[in-house]
Antibody, heavy 121, light 108 residues
Framework: EVQLVESGGGLVQPGGSLRLSCAAS????????MNWVRQAPGKGLEWVSY????????YYADSVKGRFTISRDNAKNSLYLQMNSLRAEDTAVYYC??????????????WGQGTLVTVSS | EIVLTQSPGTLSLSPGERATLSCRAS???????LAWYQQKPGQAPRLLIY???TRATGIPDRFSGSGSGTDFTLTISRLEPEDFAVYYC?????????FGQGTKLEIK
């Protein structure tokens, strides 16, 4: 069974930093592309970032480009999101999401339960 | 960037009725790379349909997807109590992959 477990969320002040982690199990992590998707309270889904299976291809939403960094460690079956210069509008539940394959051109097959990030003073 | 517009924003129906949800794209979606997800309160989204019309594993056949180009539809043939939720479409044929704003399906 595919499992994606996020951690690292919490309360942070504007301008601060946070690092999210996602522990993956139940599949060959190194064979799949991964994404981060977020959802502000009471709002819809927003794609945040993508990383290919080998980390050779990375994309970001314009809203986080230059502030967020996605990475992965295939030896540890883990996905990360380093978030710097956080703003109030970054407040959201952040989901770790597995793509259907190693390709960018695929849907999201599995979702974690999410971790809440709150940016507030 | 492709903008997806879902309609209606809220759909009020009764169990047993048929639901038709629309997703319209601002540009043609390449290769019908469109997916539908269901999200219940406090839960993560769940994949229902990909490739515009292919049901994901374990999804009941009362769920069906159709469409191409810029117009896509999710149909639930006969609503069960567990189907009342928010539904999102997503296109993954153009970068960045974008989501619609969602349709809330509520019990009438």
């Amino acid at each position: 069974e595919v499992q994606l477990v996020e951690s690292g969320g919490g309360l942070v002040q504007p301008g601060g930093s946070l690092r999210l982690s996602c522990a993956a199990s139940g599949f060959t992590f190194s064979s799949y592309s991964m994404n981060w998707v977020r959802q502000a309270p009471g709002k819809g889904l927003e794609w945040v970032s993508y990383i290919s299976s080998s980390s050779s291809t990375i994309y970001y939403a314009d809203s986080v480009k230059g502030r967020f960094t996605i990475s992965r460690d295939n030896a540890k079956n883990s996905l990360y999101l380093q978030m710097n210069s956080l703003r109030a509008e970054d407040t959201a539940v952040y989901y770790c999401a597995r793509a259907q394959s190693s390709s960018y051109w695929g849907h999201i097959q599995n979702w974690g339960q999410g971790t809440l990030v709150t940016v507030s003073s | 960037e492709i903008v997806l517009t879902q309609s209606p924003g809220t759909l009020s129906l009764s169990p047993g009725e048929r639901a038709t949800l629309s997703c319209r794209a601002s540009q043609s979606v390449s290769s019908s790379y469109l997916a539908w997800y269901q999200q219940k309160p406090g839960q993560a989204p769940r994949l229902l349909i990909y490739g515009a019309s292919t049901r994901a594993t374990g999804i009941p056949d009362r769920f069906s997807g159709s469409g191409s180009g810029t117009d896509f539809t999710l149909t639930i043939s006969r609503l069960e109590p567990e189907d009342f939720a928010v539904y999102y479409c997503q296109q993954y044929g153009s970068s960045p992959h974008s989501f619609g704003q969602g349709t809330k399906l509520e019990i009438k």
